[in-house]
């Protein structure tokens, strides 16, 4: 006689984290203009049928722009990003959020404005990169 074990290992939930709800809330309430502006041409899947969240959490870490289905993340950088402590600590999550899957690209905030087209350009350009 053959016994079956299983075992039900918890998978670890690393989106939407409850306990960041009401600060990813208040981000969403508060978008920097950059976000706002780039947030009109992503939602509403206007971006090739593509869903996008804004500010969710993955682990501890709240991303500006999400797309589960490209695993896709999108940051959008302001003048505080260019001091030391700031690289160094973008560099750090960037390597994590690799780590886990996703892809994470990064625009500062003058080219949303100034180059809409081509930042969305190269959001399509890393569409299916992933499969």
Known sequence: MVFLVCLCIKK????TKKELQDYRREL???MTPAEAFLWKHLKSKQLEGRRFQRQHSIEYYIVDFYCASEKLIIELDGEIHNHPEAIEKDTI??????????TVIR??????FDHLPSVLSEIQ???NLQK
């Open 12 to 15: 670890k939930q690393i989106h």
């Open 28 to 30: 969403r309430k508060n």
């Open 93 to 102: 999550r960037t390597a994590r959020l690799n780590a886990l899957g996703f």
């Open 107 to 112: 625009f500062e905030n003058k080219m949303v």
């Open 125 to 127: 350009d890393h569409f």
